[in-house]
């Protein structure tokens, strides 16, 4: 159907109950069989029941697999949100950096550790349940190690003048 100037076009709407995200499985099977796509716009998905057991086997290795890359970040340093976030890059080690240059050298330092210590793993369970804070966490924590190293840079300049 040609839409003249200013006149919109009719699209295709989708079915309420598949308001959902399209997958890259979806989308490689639009390319495969686009017969199969219109019938699931118009019925719904349906699928096998060894097909939902496969899907149920992938999705448990999927979250297997990631449970244990985030126990393994545990292990090292005890960097829990920077890990689970970045995994072992620089900005994990600078933090780590921080927190063993500067922070323990003080009382109040130390009690602040502590505190990290005992809230990070709840903070991790929440991130792993809710990925979409994860970049937001961790742009906080940037913009925080990142007014820090600016005050030390500044004290050192000071120190050394």
């Not at 100037?5 to 499985?25: D, F, I, T, W």
Request: proline residues 3%.
């Amino acid at each position: 159907m040609q839409a003249k100037a200013g006149q919109e076009v009719p699209m295709m709407h989708r079915n309420k109950r598949m308001k959902r995200p399209v997958s890259a499985s979806e989308l490689a099977q639009m390319g495969m069989c686009e017969r199969r796509v219109v019938y699931e716009h118009r019925l719904g998905e349906r699928s096998t029941a060894s097909q939902c057991a496969a899907r149920q086997r992938g999705l448990t290795e999927h979250e297997r697999f990631y449970l244990e890359a985030v126990r393994a970040s545990y292990k090292k340093g005890r960097c829990y949100v920077a890990t689970l976030i970045w995994g072992e890059g620089p900005e994990t080690a600078a933090l780590r950096l921080l927190r063993d240059r500067v922070l323990r050298k003080g009382a109040l330092g130390r009690w602040i550790i502590g505190g990290y210590y005992r809230s990070a793993p709840f903070i991790c369970t929440v991130l792993v349940r809710h990925a979409w804070l994860q970049p937001l966490v961790g742009i906080a924590i940037r913009t925080v190690a990142w007014v820090v190293g600016c005050a030390l840079r500044y004290k050192r300049r000071e120190r050394d003048r």
